[in-house]
């Protein structure tokens, strides 16, 4: 999968997301990704550098990793 | 059904709680107070004679005709301007009327030719039988006086004939153009005798004049003067079978009315409860493309898509595509294959795509072209009511006090709905229009929008904040409702939010756009001037805070108490006939039927054991994802039905990369579309003309699709599919398309009480239709939404990545208008191409005078994506800065130069904002150059017979 583009989807969700407040922006973010993504966007994300992605939606994949 | 005529009453039908019983030729009837005497009449069982009335408009009382007696009155009344009044004694018929009556007739019938023998509505022309009906038999005036026995005939219009000569100056049509369609076309010129119908002004013919082509006073005309062509050239229709229209969301229902296996017009259905009697010129007349040329019947297939392709039979076609899927599943997994339903499509038959994908291929990639019109519209009013649907019926908009549209162009889009707008606005309802562009429906005869908020496009969730705000901190908000039915600490939370100063309107004024004022005004009139209805379209969606936009329009309606009943709510314009249904029928990639997430095993359960499979409990991929998949070689199969992918998604030649990187493309459609230049397998398709189903309009409204003649390629689609599941050794075993509903019902709890047989006896049901609702749901969230609280959603403008700059100094927007339909596959093979011939760009005077262009230049669109070439009409509809265009062509190819910019929750494209350049240029594009030549190539057929 176009890791750029995976990347810039789930910073997207964050940025929507970040008016609702840091920790449920993150949930959500997490959440998103987790109902909406197909395995392959999901592992492709996971296996990228998390560094590269916005506060939100690191820590959002992050706890994504933690399943 | 036999052909016989629908009922006309006369005059239309008056909603009153009181009851008035009078007396009628002896017999007592109660109808309506505000009834005419003529309906009441037609109710029980009697019938006046008349001409100038028919019950799709007011009644004009010219014609003289219904003239009846009533007691202890004077004289002879028109029945159908006189009122129903208790106790009436009614005589209809009399020797004194009778003679009355003939005279009149006698009249009429000196000013007309005589030619009923020859004359194609004869048997079907109300003069003739009302003619009859009086008993004339001879015209003592002679017929060699003044008359306009030989005034030519207006054969403009491509579908129907305006012949003067046989005109009784009855002005139905007049009243039908104005009343039912509300374009006011038409003009009765001069008084009396010299009276003559006339299109527009005086040069006018019907094609340069106003006329949008509806048919509405071609079916209110009582004699051959305006008449379907199709009647003249094929004759009288012999029976009737009533359907639903395939083209719009509005979902009119029509009788086709057939002579042996051909069909000689559609007349819509004046029980049908979505249209109500009225239709636009797509379903009413352009159904032509059914039969056209380029209609392929037999199925196709080829190795790689630089060879022609090879006609082979079903069987060859079915097995060699099953083995093939069977093969790359072996080898791939089953997350490699995937499929896309069709909003064109029966209920029945998206839900067979849907379930071969899942139960069949075993993945859950399955997505549909909602994906680029309203998925914003599923995801947003899902987390804020608990329902991806419209919350209304179409009835409602007559309730409405103040109508707020929004991204949509009713008249264009949903012009059978847009009629019914208009009626209410002339009525007095309000009108707010937020658009870019000064839509039609901003000022039209007898209709002026209160406000039109021009807004910059991209900044919709900026206005609807600014809206909020203003609601919110001025005190306008429905403190009452919102305690009873939201939660209200996510309501204090989201109404903090609002209020922030950052979102006032004057805040905001340089992002949006919109005068601060104005926005003011609007959002204290949408808050304070009663019912409040939003209807919004894909100006909403198509962006890439679609689903933000969504969930502030539902906020909007939640703190206005806008929700609940008649008049009110919000209401997604749905775009193609079926995208309602095909989102209901489990059409996305992470929800089984009936909006349920795939991972819920009890839901998943409840499938499993009904289809004996288990199912991938991951969500799939959807179409942009699919395409990127493709590109790494992880996803290689893909059946496509009744879509064009290629046409209609964003960035062309990223659709164009994926799709060759595919090893097989399925793709079943009636015709050779664009998608099919890189298919190895093609399908036949069937026309909505050759199947039986169920569609679902954009108001929740399931209707039958009847079948009215065979197949040209041999089978429905649904039959398509199962014989495919069939070929990859599914054992699937349906008989008929009620099989598939009765399956759908057992496993989707909104469609519980759905089945054909019911649908057939009660014309049309709204779901939910369960046990709590069984009778179905005009108005939804009644007494509580159906997720318990409503839900306020907090939502923050974000800007999107796609910004103007000096290489791309223009914003692009896209839409469609009323003749044409979307990627136009039917529409371009139908005479509707006299209107719209081409795609235009839309630019305002400052822009291409900048530019040096001029109305009808050819002009080179470019964006970071790509470029094509198209001509320029110049018009202050668009602001400065901003360009428009449709996407109804494939030569334009207007998705060249879209982005993959798209919304965050659901990857709907944002097709409505695109920065751009355009410069004169002097002929078409390289890519359009190539493209057309590849086209062409990889549309060869090599006709080798197949049984
Ligand atoms: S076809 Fe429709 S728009 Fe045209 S004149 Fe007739 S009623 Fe009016
Ligand atoms: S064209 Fe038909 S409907 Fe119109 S005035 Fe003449 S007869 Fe009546
Ligand atoms: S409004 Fe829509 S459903 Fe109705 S006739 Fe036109 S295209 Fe068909
Ligand atoms: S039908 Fe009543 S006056 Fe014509």
């Known amino acids: ?67 | 059904m036999g052909y016989e005529r629908q009922a006309d009453f006369g005059t239309p039908e008056v909603c009153s709680d009181t009851p008035v019983t009078l007396t009628i030729d002896g017999r007592a009837v109660t109808v309506p107070a505000g009834t005419s005497v003529m309906r009441a009449a037609g109710q029980c069982g009697g019938s006046i004679p008349s001409l100038c009335a028919t019950d799709s408009v007011a009644a004009f009382g010219s014609c003289r005709m219904c003239l009846v007696e009533i007691e202890g009155r004077r004289g002879t009344p028109a029945s159908c301007t006189t009122p129903v009044e208790p106790g009436m004694v009614v005589h209809t018929q009399t020797p004194k009327l009778a003679k009355l009556r003939r005279s009149v007739m006698e009249l009429y019938i000196s000013d007309h030719p005589l030619d009923c023998l020859t004359c194609s509505a004869s048997g079907d022309c109300e003069l003739q039988d009302t003619a009859a009906e009086v008993g004339l038999r001879d015209v003592r005036y002679g017929f060699d006086g003044a008359n306009h026995l030989g005034l030519p005939v207006d054969t403009s219009n491509p579908y129907f004939d305006f012949d003067p000569s046989k005109c009784i100056a009855c002005s139905r049509c007049v009243r039908a153009c104005d009343e039912v369609q509300g374009t006011l076309a038409l003009t009765i010129d001069g008084r009396g005798f010299v009276s003559k119908v006339s299109a527009g002004q005086a040069a006018d013919d019907f094609l340069s004049s106003e006329c949008v082509s509806c048919g509405a006073c071609v079916a209110a005309c009582p004699t051959a003067t305006l008449q379907e062509k199709a009647v003249k050239e094929i004759g009288k229709p012999e029976r009737a079978v009533v359907t639903t229209c395939a083209y719009c969301g509005v979902g009119c229902t029509f009788r086709a009315e057939m002579k042996g296996e051909q069909l000689v017009r559609m007349v819509p259905w004046k029980d049908g409860k979505a249209n109500r009697g009225h239709s636009c010129v797509k379903g009413r007349f352009a159904w032509g493309y059914a039969n056209h040329q380029d209609r392929i019947t037999k199925p196709m297939i080829r190795e790689s898509v630089d060879q022609p392709w090879r006609e082979v039979s079903w069987e060859e076609a079915l097995s060699y595509t099953a083995g093939k899927l069977n093969s790359i599943k072996a080898q791939y997994g089953a997350r490699a294959l995937g499929g896309i339903t069709s909003s064109r499509c029966t209920n029945e038959e998206v839900w067979l795509v849907q379930k071969l994908v899942r139960a069949g291929f075993g993945s859950n990639n399955v997505d549909t072209c909602a994906r680029v019109c309203h998925s914003p519209t599923g995801y947003g009013l899902s987390k804020t009511f608990g329902t991806s649907a419209g919350t209304q019926d179409f009835d409602s908009v007559m309730h409405a006090d103040v109508v707020m549209v929004i991204g949509a162009n009713p008249t264009d889009g949903h012009p059978v709905f847009a009629s019914r707008l208009k009626r209410r606005l002339r009525q007095g309802a309000k009108l707010i229009v937020i658009d870019p562009r000064r839509i039609d429906l901003v000022k039209s005869p007898h209709i002026e929008a209160a406000h039109h908020l021009a807004l910059q496009p991209g900044t919709n969730v900026a206005v609807l904040t600014a809206m909020a705000h203003v609601i919110v901190t001025e005190g306008l908000a429905d403190e009452a409702f919102i305690r009873e039915r939201c939660d209200w600490d996510e309501y204090q939370d989201w109404s903090a939010f609002v209020a922030q100063e950052r979102h006032s309107p004057e805040v905001l004024e340089p992002v949006t756009r919109v005068p601060a004022s104005e926005l003011r005004a609007a959002a204290r009139l949408y808050a304070t001037g009663g019912n409040g209805a939003i209807y919004y379209g894909l100006g909403v969606t198509e962006h890439s805070q679609g689903s933000s936009t969504v969930m502030s329009i539902a906020n909007l309606a939640m703190v206005t108490g806008n929700i609940g009943r008649s008049g009110v709510g919000v209401n997604p314009l749905r775009g193609q006939n079926n995208v309602q249904g095909s989102c209901d029928m489990g059409s996305f990639p992470h929800e089984l039927p009936g909006y349920r997430h795939i991972a819920g095993p009890e839901v998943r359960g409840s499938f499993e054991a009904d289809w004996q499979v288990s199912l991938d409990p991951e969500p799939g991929l959807r179409i942009p994802n699919m395409l990127d998949a493709a590109l790494d070689g992880s996803f290689r199969a893909l059946y496509v039905q009744g879509e064009d992918i290629l046409q209609s998604d964003p960035n062309t030649h990223h659709v164009a990369a994926g799709l060759k990187a595919m090893d097989l493309v399925i793709v079943h459609d009636l015709f050779l579309n664009e998608t099919a230049n890189y298919a190895h397998v093609f399908l036949p398709g069937s026309t909505f003309l050759e199947k039986t189903g169920t569609f679902t309009n954009a108001e929740r409204r399931i209707q039958m699709v009847r079948k009215v003649m065979e197949p040209a390629n041999g089978l429905e689609d649904w039959e398509v599919t199962q014989a495919l599941a069939r070929a990859m050794g599914l054992d699937w075993n349906y008989a008929d398309s009620a099989q598939i509903m009765d399956e759908v019902a057992r496993l989707t709890p909104t469609f519980a009480g759905v089945s054909h047989a019911r649908l057939d006896a009660e014309g049309s049901l709204q779901w939910p239709v369960n046990a709590a609702h069984p009778d179905g749901s005009p108005i939804m969230h009644v007494d509580g939404f159906v997720r318990g609280k409503g839900k306020f959603m907090v939502t923050d403008y974000v800007p999107t990545d796609e910004r103007t700059g000096p290489r791309y100094p223009l914003l692009l927007t896209t839409g469609r208008i009323l003749s044409q339909y979307n990627v136009g596959a039917q529409t371009r093979r139908t005479a509707n191409t006299v209107w719209h011939p081409e795609d235009l760009l839309e630019m305002h005077p400052s822009d291409a005078e900048n530019r040096g262009l001029k109305d009808g230049d050819w002009a080179r669109l470019a964006s970071r994506t790509g470029e094509t070439t198209l001509r320029v009409t110049v018009t202050d509809r668009v602001a400065p800065g901003v360009v428009y265009t449709t996407f109804h062509h494939p030569a334009t190819q207007a998705n060249v130069v879209t982005t993959e910019y798209s919304d965050w929750a659901t990857n709907c494209p944002e097709y409505k904002v695109t920065a751009v350049q355009v410069l004169p240029s002097n002929g078409p594009s390289e890519w359009q150059e190539s493209y057309a030549s590849w086209s062409e190539k990889s549309r060869r057929i090599s006709r080798v017979a197949a049984e």
């Open chain 1, 1 to 67: 999968m176009d890791v750029t583009r995976l990347r810039y989807m789930a910073d997207q969700i964050a940025r929507n997301l970040a008016p609702q407040g840091e920790a449920q922006a993150i949930e959500g973010t997490f959440q998103h990704i987790r109902d909406y993504w197909d395995p392959r966007m999901k592992a492709a994300i996971l296996a990228d550098d998390h560094a590269a992605l916005s506060p939100i939606a690191r820590a959002a994949v992050e706890r994504l990793s933690r399943g």
